[in-house]
């Protein structure tokens, strides 16, 4: 490891800090000028995760005990970055928040996907309108790359899954799984799914609605499994225009489950493969 590239913080303002201290999200995301673009990730793990998918870091900002421990494996892959360092109480004083592990890392962000790129040779693919709650979409991600989804899909209203809670809820996920919003040329996303041969099955509770356990949705070759909003779930045209309204039975007179639960139940139902079981070890 070259010690000669870790820097003290000795003033927290210091513009080579903006970046995790002071840039809206926005800023960070840089529409104007998307080659600038970056993001922060969070902990040793997640940070390892997109750095075996291939992305490219810029800096890391790290609690002076983690250089030897938690970090040295990071630090040791990425000798010419450079690391920012000082004690935990300075690094919530700079970033708002105690860093999880102690570690993050600035990183650049990528050239976004187009929607075709999602759908190619794509069986199963999960598409989330409006869901803007950070801790959903991370949920969502991990649940998708672990029950065998092939991609996610994402209106412009939802939230970005590059939100540093959004990237550390999903583990890294948001890195392995392929995913897009939908853009311009695909702004009617039902019509284009449709088009690409895909079937959407709205999550909704409906009077139509047919249960998830339904053998009909298993048969479907490609599918599209559609999630709304928190709280008030998918418009009502959404579900007009989808091919199948599915629900999931419940018991003790609950009537729905949170968006991220909901997911999983549902990828773990309709993706309909015979999965490896991982080994964590």
Same mark, same amino acid.
């Given at each position: 490891m070259i010690m000669s590239n870790i820097i003290e913080i000795t003033d927290?303002?210091?513009?080579?800090?903006?970046?995790?201290?002071?840039?809206?999200?926005?800023? &960070?995301?840089?529409? !104007? *000028?998307?080659?600038?673009?970056?993001?922060?990730?969070?902990?040793?793990?997640?940070? @390892?995760?997109? +750095?075996?998918?291939?992305?490219?870091?810029?800096?890391?900002?790290?609690?002076?005990?983690?250089? &030897?421990?938690?970090? !040295? *494996?990071?630090?040791?892959?990425?000798?010419?970055?450079?690391?920012?360092?000082?004690? @935990?109480?300075? +690094?919530?004083?700079?970033?708002?928040?105690?860093?999880?592990?102690?570690?993050?890392c600035a990183m650049r962000r990528p050239a976004p996907l187009p929607p075709a790129a999602v759908c190619q040779n794509a069986r199963r693919i999960a598409v989330l309108d409006g869901i803007v709650d950070s801790t959903n979409i991370g949920a969502i991600f991990r649940s998708a790359a672990a029950l065998g989804m092939d991609g996610v899909l994402l209106t412009q209203s939802c939230c970005d899954p590059l939100l540093r809670r959004a990237i550390r809820v999903s583990m890294g996920t948001v890195f392995q799984i392929p995913w897009a919003y939908f853009d311009n040329e695909t702004s009617d996303w039902q019509s284009y799914l449709k088009l690409s041969g895909f079937k959407t099955a709205a999550m909704a509770l409906n009077d139509k609605a047919i249960?998830?356990?339904?053998?009909?949705?298993?048969?479907?070759?490609?599918?599209?499994?559609v999630l709304g909003t928190e709280g008030d779930g998918l418009a009502a045209a959404t579900i007009e225009n989808c091919d199948y309204n599915v629900i999931i039975p419940m018991h003790h007179?609950?009537?729905?489950?949170?968006?991220?639960?909901?997911?999983?139940?549902?990828?773990?139902q309709l993706c309909n493969r015979n999965l490896p079981v991982a080994n964590d070890g």
């Open positions: 927290i303002s210091a513009p080579e800090l903006d970046a995790y201290a002071r840039l809206t999200q926005a800023q &960070l995301r840089n529409r !104007k *000028e998307p080659d600038k673009a970056i993001f922060i990730a969070e902990s040793p793990k997640v940070i @390892r995760v997109a +750095l075996n998918a291939g992305y490219v870091p810029l800096s890391f900002l790290m609690e002076r005990k983690h250089i &030897l421990s938690d970090g !040295k *494996e990071l630090l040791d892959r990425c000798p010419d970055v450079p690391v920012y360092t000082a004690d @935990r109480e300075i +690094l919530a004083a700079l970033t708002g928040y105690e860093l999880t592990r102690g570690v993050l249960s998830i356990a339904d053998p009909a949705l298993a048969k479907e070759h490609k599918l599209a499994i007179g609950v009537d729905s489950l949170n968006v991220a639960a909901a997911a999983a139940v549902a990828f773990w």
